[in-house]
């Protein structure tokens, strides 16, 4: 489990994918965007509640964006922080997700 608050006014959060990592991310307090990208289709989601979630799984690449000043995103993740788990470059993600 982790949280992010406190993010500043005008930044964004996320741009990268994981190959195998799990994780589904509700809103604590406050309000975030997230757009979710399988390398074919983009959706963007707003959490606004404690009542809605949204689960992120592997090889979905995600930003976070338009956090409220009071915002709480609490993620709770299949595993532990593993590094050779990210996708941190979004071309190297789109040839992964289109082999």
Known sequence: VYYIYGTKDGVSRGFHAHLNLNQVAVCLAGSCRFVLDNGKQKEE??????????????????????????????????????????IRDYDEFLKVVNV
Do not use: P, Q, R
């Open 45 to 86: 989601f707003v959490l606004d509640n404690t009542s809605t979630g949204i689960l992120i799984k592997g090889l979905i690449w995600h930003e976070m964006y338009d956090f409220s000043s009071d915002c709480v995103l609490m993620v709770l993740a299949s595993d532990y922080y593993i590094e050779s788990d990210y």
